[in-house]
């Protein structure tokens, strides 16, 4: 496997880990900004939007 790749898929958990550590501060409700996830990840909000569309989709990955 590349190293860009190893970096996606740490950078997506990264993104992810952020979103369920709000996810259960919001007792388990999809609330959070997108401003919320990128400050608790420290990422850049284009580095967000290169991988997610919007909060929901996260919910989704994790789920699937």
Do not use: P
């Not at 790749?5 to 959070?32: D, G, H, P, S």
């Not at 608790?40 to 580095?47: D, G, L």
Request: glycine content about 2%.
């Amino acid at each position: 496997m590349s190293e860009y790749i190893k970096a996606r898929r740490k950078k997506k958990e990264v993104i992810k880990k952020a979103f369920w550590e709000l996810y259960k501060k919001y007792n388990f409700q999809n609330v959070m900004t997108v401003k919320e996830i990128i400050d608790e990840a420290k990422i850049h909000r284009t580095t967000f939007y290169f991988y997610y569309e919007n909060t929901g989709e996260i919910l989704d990955e994790i789920i699937s």
